[in-house]
């Protein structure tokens, strides 16, 4: 089982649609959990993180489900800037975060 | 400065050459990551710095990749007699402190030809 593991999609979804990804991790231990979103040919750049409380940042709601060791992403009323590829990323212990292979989205007018 | 810093922001070099990138972090990040990322594919860790510690290499893909870390600052990461599978984006990000969040620079495009 890979460390970290989301699907690559891509979703394709017209515009003020509700999306959401899940990503799974391995390590039991994991600590810390973020979403990254990358745009074509960029860097990826802090979306937001996850807390075990949950977490809300205006269209966009984080979860983390330690028992079934999966964290999720819920985008409302999808933009076609929301376009892009976003990443999970789980520090597990190490210090050294590990990245998912990223979720593509598509939003269509 | 303001962000992560990366330098040559592309770089095209011939098979056998020897190539040298540089990443200067956030001023005050303690960590420094390395990672490649080749087209369509994710994000593969290469080696962690920590403040003074011993780096953790363990990502690393041969020896012919090194990096250090100078002063606890400016980061360079070289890659001898270069192949065309190196040819990837390398990536460096910072952080404050072990596991808050990571910054990016905007990378640099290695081509080996």
């Known amino acids: 089982r890979k460390e970290v593991e989301q699907d690559p999609g891509p979703f394709n979804v017209p515009e003020g649609a509700t999306v959401a990804f899940n990503c799974t991790y391995s390590?039991?231990?994991?600590?810390?959990f973020f979403w990254y979103r990358q745009d074509c040919r960029k860097e990826p750049k802090l979306l937001m993180s996850v807390y075990s409380s949950g977490n809300e940042d205006g269209r966009f709601t984080a979860q983390l489900n330690r028992a079934s060791q999966y964290i999720s992403l819920l985008i409302r009323d999808s933009k076609l800037s929301d376009s892009a590829t976003y990443l999970c990323v789980v520090e597990g212990g190490s210090y050294i975060p590990t990245f998912g292979r990223g979720t593509s989205l598509i939003v269509h007018p | 400065g303001a962000g992560v810093s990366q330098s040559p922001s592309n770089k095209v070099t011939e098979k056998g050459k020897d190539v040298e990138l540089r990443c200067d972090p956030i001023s005050g990040h303690t960590a420094l990551y390395w990672y490649r990322q080749s087209l369509g594919q994710g994000l593969e860790f290469l080696i962690y710095f920590q403040g003074n510690s011993a780096p953790d290499k363990s990502g690393l893909p041969s020896d012919r990749f090194s990096a250090e870390r100078t002063g606890g600052s400016v980061s360079t990461l070289t890659i001898q007699r270069t192949q065309q599978e190196d040819s990837a984006v390398y990536l460096c990000?910072?952080?404050?402190?072990?596991?808050?969040?990571?910054?990016f620079g905007s990378g640099t495009r290695l081509t080996v030809v």
């Open positions: 390590n039991s231990a994991s600590q810390s």
């Open positions: 990000a910072s952080s404050w402190m072990e596991a808050s969040d990571y910054t």
